[in-house]
């Protein structure tokens, strides 16, 4: 699914926050690790509720894996332009939001932009690069190109732009997750997605919020940053393992940053906003601190340095 898997993003919980109270599950899925600790007297029922948990996660990358040939994104990836296909209401409230971030940031984040990731892999040599290029300049690219239909849950396109749902996939999971555990009643507890999108919820015994730690992507010991994180979410985006971010108004590879971490109201904003700022200047990024739910960002640049908004 435009999105990676550094380990940008680590909860403090195994060994600080030793405590009875908090039980953990973990799962394999969306080709990452994906993690659940809640604090609960009743570790039965918390261990339930994270089955229940990840047994939506699988449902949501069954249904929004571009790779998984019977998904919904695989089947709009293949259909004619002019062909409408009706939704799951998972994957079109993924658009939903997609689109919605297409538009609030200029066009910086678009899910159309993932095909591009295809033509410029594995192409190390200057030629390869060149090729790459040539042939996403011919791709269409553009959520415009993207209808929804929001009463039907219908889908069309007018061209043959690919979607990739990768750079918001895990915190449109995580925000699912987060609503189904509040479901069973649930407070105090944290939904780690693969190192790059985490939401927090509550606060650990004996803490103010669940202690999150952000790592320098090429130095895993070097902390950036350590704080408590509660009724927020933060996503992650980096570059240090691979030209696997897209910019999508110039085709091609983001080279700057090196990483960027983004604290929003949901994983959704957060995984999204964390993608767009890599490929925006720093002017818009600004810009956008304290507005379209984005309430602080840290951008590590690649001289190492380090800059904390606002």
Known sequence: MQRRSEDLLHPLVEHPLADARIHRGSHQAMATEWAIW???????YARQAAWEAFQ???RLEAELSRFNPN??????????????LPLGAEAFGCLRKARALFEASGGAFDVTAGGLKDHYRENDSLRGRIAGRLRASRQPVGME?????????????????EVD????????????MVELLQ?????????????????????APAHSGWPVTLRHPRDGGRVLAQFPLTEQALGASGIARGEHIIDPRRRRPART??????AASSATE??????????MSGTAVRSCIGEKQVTRALILGRDYSLTALP
């Not at 809640?38 to 039965?44: A, K, L, N, Q, T």
């Not at 919904?72 to 062909?83: H, K, M």
């Not at 940053?257 to 983004?262: D, F, G, H, N, R």
């Open 38 to 44: 809640i604090s609960h007297e009743d570790e039965v």
């Open 56 to 58: 939506l996660l699988e």
């Open 71 to 84: 998904s919904d994104i695989a089947r709009l990836n293949r259909l004619t332009p002019g062909e409408i």
């Open 145 to 161: 190109h993207l209808h929804l239909e929001g009463e039907t849950m219908r889908v069309w396109r007018d061209v043959g732009v």
């Open 165 to 176: 749902l990768g750079a918001i996939g895990k915190g449109y999971a995580v925000d699912r």
């Open 183 to 203: 479901e069973w009643g649930l407070s105090d507890f944290l939904v780690h997605g693969g190192a790059s999108s985490v939401a927090a919820r509550g606060h």
């Open 257 to 262: 940053p090196l990483a960027v971490w983004v």
């Open 270 to 279: 957060a995984d999204g906003w964390s993608t767009a700022f890599m490929v």
